[in-house]
T-cell receptor, first 110, second 113 residues
Framework: QKEVEQNSGPLSVPEGAIASLNCTYS??????FFWYRQYSGKSPELIMS????GDKEDGRFTAQLNKASQYVSLLIRDSQPSDSATYLC??????????FGKGTTLSVSS | DTGVSQDPRHKITKRGQNVTFRCDPI?????LYWYRQTLGQGPEFLTY????????KSRLLSDRFSAERPKGSFSTLEIQRTEQGDSAMYLC???????????FGSGTRLTVV
């Protein structure tokens, strides 16, 4: 059974702080890794993708991947109240569909 | 192209009735996926298509669920003899390649009463 694990939270950070979200996955042959943001009552929105070990930065977001440890993380710098949402980690390999974690709820207080 | 479209946005049905949902993917995307999401959970995979071929179906999926993509464009998901446990958000997504991220539609919220 392929699994993606995330702490459900809530993770609470003050405005301007760095939020760190973590995810582990069970299938060693996973090839692509994604972070989605989901606001309450809305559908998931893709915010980051990463395929190779290391860091990938896009604006205030940095995704980090460590395949040896089967670990993916998302850092959000200068957190804003508008970042308050549930963040979903998703993993797949070629020929299969994305497997999602349960998501981590982030709350950014002003 | 306005993204992935789903219809209807909301559906309330009585237990035992059949329901059908429609999804129109991004036109150049040949892969289409159906997921189900309940409160506090991540999206749960149901099935996916590459063009008109249904390539994978979740083993957890009841025989009451069926999906089609007859011409490799839009897709329908039918639930027969609905049960209260079927109440959920049904999400459709599409992608271009096998390792690309998905674009989700707005979802269809099903309530079985």
């Amino acid at each position: 059974q392929k699994e993606v694990e995330q702490n459900s939270g809530p993770l609470s950070v003050p405005e301007g702080a760095i939020a760190s979200l973590n995810c582990t996955y069970s299938d060693r042959v996973s090839q692509s890794f994604f972070w989605y943001r989901q606001y309450s009552g809305k559908s998931p929105e893709l915010i980051m993708s990463i395929y190779s070990n290391g860091d990938k930065e896009d604006g205030r977001f940095t995704a980090q991947l460590n395949k040896a440890s089967q670990y993916v993380s998302l850092l959000i710098r200068d957190s804003q109240p508008s970042d308050s949402a549930t963040y979903l980690c998703a993993v797949n390999q070629a020929g299969t569909a994305l497997i999602f974690g349960k998501g981590t709820t982030l709350s950014v207080s002003s | 192209d306005t993204g992935v479209s789903q219809d209807p946005r909301h559906k309330i049905t009585k237990r035992g009735q059949n329901v059908t949902f429609r999804c129109d993917p991004i036109s150049e995307h040949n892969r289409l996926y159906w997921y189900r999401q309940t409160l506090g959970q991540g999206p749960e995979f149901l099935t996916y298509f590459q063009n008109e071929a249904q390539l994978e179906k979740s083993r957890l999926l009841s025989d009451r669920f069926s999906a089609e993509r007859p011409k490799g464009s839009f897709s329908t998901l039918e639930i027969q003899r609905t049960e209260q446990g079927d109440s959920a958000m049904y999400l459709c997504a599409s992608s271009l390649g096998t390792l690309d991220g998905y674009t989700f539609g707005s979802g269809t919220r099903l309530t079985v009463v």
